[in-house]
């Protein structure tokens, strides 16, 4: 029988299963001693065992750490929009370290399972009917004339409604000839954020990328730095009459027109199909964030995708939110008279006395977090759904996210994603924290907004000018009755709950659909206020068919 060999540094190793021999260099065998066969077995089987227990310590270690993985259920994970799908929005910048690919879909104990049936139910984009991104210019549209004089522009709200109002005024600036002065941001809000446009924007892809629409400049000019001025408020959803007719008139008196506020100063419809489409060109393609918020944002998109598909839930459930609604289902009497309070100090907020229950039965309240967590299991979403939490400091804290968490503890923030060193150049900035969550969400797989504000409708946009996944809107008014049911006993969670739901969201994933006009009967400002924002539904204006399907 010939018996294996190792050759080694002086010495020949023979084993066999009985003894253990050794040979010396000049052939001579020293013969040591017998071991038990069983001993030998045990040996192995400790080594194997150990080699393991090694093996499975650096592998758990590096997936918390990386997310680099083999691509399991290939047909399942191929649905679903990879980190490499990034729209060009998003692509810019890729550090080298974030280049790697995902993790499967089926990573967390195959929660979404690789079925056809549970991708179709859950996660299945809605389709785009052939409508694709479409924003060049008609032949019609030139250059830039001479401007008249120029437009300063202070914003005004949240970053969402500051960003929408900062497209309204590039529009505005081209249809009464002016050149635009970059924006000064709002830093008298809710929020106090000292932010600048450079903070937040790519200031030099803003003026580059618009050339060709209107002329744009960090500074006025230091000889009509005293120049008489006038400051006006823009009269809110005008168009072109009102914009070419009576705005532009004042150049025959001023050089410099100041529009105070930005937010809804432009008409959503009935506009040259022209300005809707340079409307589109600012929101989705000129005006990015900053490259060091893009870098952050695609960090934590990577961190998110390494769970697999992820829900990014926008939680309107911040004090600021709950004191302007005036919503307080669910809270203590303490919490819902502070809330009163600040709302009955907050000047520029018109309503003062406001009935909750009232306005919860019209639907006018954000879900609470725990209604929040009812709706997602009754639409069929599992527990170990990874959930990214897109919203601000959450009122009450821990208190009040205790029942979401039950029924969905794999839930994620900018907090639990990022270190404390890399979150630490947007801490104390909400817009610019406030930017990280919007990266995270319009590149999510699911959105779900508990009230539709302005970064819902913003986020809402956004995915339906990419044809992103679904954007699911809760019908708020019809899940209250249902919430109530629940409180009361009529109804319990289970397949009846979950048929209802379902049956009331068929339509409400985020369809591509024209967008919606005034609601009939309103007439006025209201007329307008009830209109489907642009910004959350840019068809058919900046998107176009390639291909005959029916909507």
Known sequence: MITPRVRGSGRKIIINLGEFNVFSSKGLMQKRKKIPLSILLWRFL??????????CFFFVHHVHVSTTSPIHHQKFNEKIHTFRDLQSWTQELVPVHLSKDPLSASKLNNTRGDTELNYEKLWKPPPNHGFLPCTKPTLNYTTPENSRGYLLVHTNGGLNQMRTGICDMVAIARIINATLVIPELDKKSFWQDNS???????????ISSLADDIKIIKKLPKDLADATKTVKQFKSWSGMDYYQKEI???????????????????????LPPDIQKLRCRVCFE?????????????????????????????????????????????????EAEELRVIRENTTYWKRKHIDPTEERSKGNCPLTPKEVGVFLSALGYPTKTPIYIAAGEIYGGETHMTELRSRYPFLMSKEKLASIDELEPFSNHASQMAALDYIVSVESDVFVHSYPGNMARAVEGHRRFLGKGRTISPD???????????KTGSIVEGKKLSNKVNDLHQGRVGLLRKRKGPISGTKGVDRFRSEETFYANPLPDCLCRTESSPI
């Open 46 to 55: 400790g080594a194997t065992v150990f080699s393991i227990a090694i093996t």
């Open 196 to 206: 600048n446009f450079s903070d937040i924007f790519d200031e030099k892809r803003f």
């Open 248 to 270: 532009a008139a004042l150049w025959d008196d001023f050089k410099v027109i100041q529009a105070s506020k930005t937010d809804s100063r432009l008409a959503n419809n009935n």
């Open 286 to 334: 000129a005006l990015r964030f900053s490259p060091h918020i893009e870098q952050m944002g695609k960090l934590l998109v990577e961190r998110m995708r390494s769970f697999g598909p992820y829900i990014a839930l926008h939680l309107r459930y911040e004090k600021d939110m709950l004191a302007f609604s005036g919503c307080t289902h669910d809270l203590s009497i303490s």
């Open 476 to 486: 708020r008014k019809a899940l209250v009755r249902l919430f109530d049911k629940l």
